[in-house]
């Protein structure tokens, strides 16, 4: 056996003996022959695969497979497909209309666990950190001003919370109505960072109960589903006051001049998971070789979105917005996508700032399935009582276990890492899957996601939880 074979199951033995026991001999044995293989030598059980999306930049690195030929170099034939929503991506994936599909990050925990559509589901990929924004209407955006006068500048201080937004929302309940704003998912990470950032500031944005699913309960505002694309139509005719969504769609509406982003996701939870590659568990274990072919393509996408050259400037990104400015992509303007995408984010006209890591497809340790990721969005379904009882710590565990897939994402990396298509730094090998604790949110919560149920305790709206279960 060669060295760089001998590195690569040096490599690997020390990334299973990370891994659960009950786990360890049937991805041991998925992982150790893939070592008899080339990384081009792969035998697909299956090449001509339809990947659906949703028209959002953050789809960038399954458009970026396709149109660098990162999937052709795997021997894959890969058909993208526009997808009119979240709920339509989902159910055509269950069908096998999809093989595969840009899903938002809470979508797979939620299938798997029978929250809305009941399918196991899979991740071995994160497409991307950060890129979502919370807009407002202009006429709320004056009024926050009001409220606030260090608001009424050109450029006010950064990041911006709802406190201003508070006596508004008040006011409308004095006079029997509710402020009006859109997410576009139950499930989606835009519902529980509006929540988030709305909870901040001691708005109330409404519970899940099991006899009502919308999440009304008890809100001193009203969330509803838009689909992306047509949430600054909806804003413009006044159905909704403000939404939280992905760009372009937030940029767009500083471009119509019908509203002003607030705040971006970064600033509500520094490096936040956005969304992610879902396959069915039966398509993965039907189909492991070609799971971990697409991963590959995948991973060389986000490396490409994020290649930098010396003095930090992005390479690639302008070719990408050309690409996803297209009709059969994302479709919005060319320079309403490259706002964001190449480093900045309009907050107003008068408000434009160097963003670099608005969206990041690859820095970072993007792109791993983290289980502390995947705990988070349990616990905000928990939180908002999506999840209608009380769960032991580890039942989170297990639950981010059965949808989170490591050991495929880590056969990818393997192969690209002896092709010389990564480097070895660009992975983490060892970790157990849990970042470090943090307090990067815009209330400086602290976050572990080894402690689930201290975390839900600490926020002052939402359910809480028995005290003094175990921790990982």
């Known amino acids: 056996m060669d060295s760089a074979k001998i590195s690569r199951v040096h490599r690997t033995l020390t990334y299973l003996i990370h891994m659960k026991a009950k786990a360890f001999l049937a991805n041991a044995l998925v992982v150790l022959t893939s070592f008899t293989a080339n990384a081009s030598d792969l035998d697909l059980e299956k090449d001509e695969l339809k990947v659906g999306f949703i028209k959002l930049t953050d789809c960038a690195p399954i458009v970026i497979a396709k149109e660098k030929g990162f999937f052709e170099d795997e021997g894959l034939q890969v058909e993208v497909i526009a997808q009119p929503n979240w709920k339509t991506l989902l159910d055509n994936v269950i069908s096998g209309n999809l093989d595969g599909a840009h899903m938002l990050s809470g979508q797979p925990i939620a299938a798997t666990i029978g929250f809305g559509t009941k399918a196991h589901i899979v991740t071995a990929y994160t497409l991307d950190l950060n890129g979502n924004g919370i807009t407002v209407s202009n006429n709320i955006w004056a009024q926050m001003q009001e409220n606030d006068p260090a608001l009424d500048t050109p450029q006010p201080k950064h990041p911006i919370s709802a406190d201003a937004l508070k006596p508004i929302v008040e006011e409308k309940l004095d006079e029997g109505e ?40 008890d809100a001193d505002v009203e969330l509803s589903v838009t689909p992306p694309p047509m949430m600054p139509q909806v804003l413009e005719a006044g159905n909704i006051q403000g939404y939280c969504v992905g760009e372009p769609w937030n940029q767009q509406a500083v471009f119509k001049d019908i509203g002003v982003p607030v705040t971006t996701n970064y600033d509500i939870w520094k490096n936040n998971p956005e969304k992610v590659f879902g396959v069915t568990k039966e398509w993965s274990d039907e189909n492991p070789n070609t799971h971990v072919a697409v991963i590959k393509a995948l991973i060389r996408a986000g490396k490409w979105l994020d290649e930098k050259d010396a003095s930090g400037n992005f390479v690639n990104r302008e070719e990408a917005v050309r690409i996803l400015s297209q ?13 964001s995408m190449t480093g900045t984010f309009t907050f107003q006209k008068s408000d434009q700032r160097k963003m670099p890591e608005f969206n990041v497809f690859f820095d970072n340790y993007c792109t791993y399935p983290w289980y502390s990721d995947g705990v988070w969005f349990l616990t905000q379904m928990r939180r908002w009582g999506q999840i209608t009882e009380s769960k032991p710590a580890s039942w989170y565990f297990e639950v981010v276990e059965e949808v989170y897939q490591p050991d495929i994402y880590l056969q990818a990396a393997t192969l690209l890492l002896e092709d010389g298509l990564i480097e070895e730094s660009d992975v983490p090998w060892n970790t157990n899957g849990y970042k470090p604790a943090t307090t990067e949110f815009i209330d400086g919560i ?27």
Do not use: C
């Open 178 to 217: 509710k402020l009006q704003m859109g997410m576009v998912f139950p499930v989606s990470t835009h519902n529980y960072e509006l929540r988030y950032w709305l909870a901040a500031s001691g708005i109330h944005p409404g519970m899940y109960t099991e006899t009502d699913t919308g999440g009304r309960t």
């Open 327 to 339: 009709p059969n992509y994302v479709g919005a303007d060319y320079d309403v996508i490259k706002n």
């Open 446 to 472: 602290a976050y572990d996601g080894r402690d689930p149920i201290g975390y839900l305790n600490s926020h002052t709206i939402g359910n809480k939880d028995p005290e003094g279960l175990a921790k990982k």
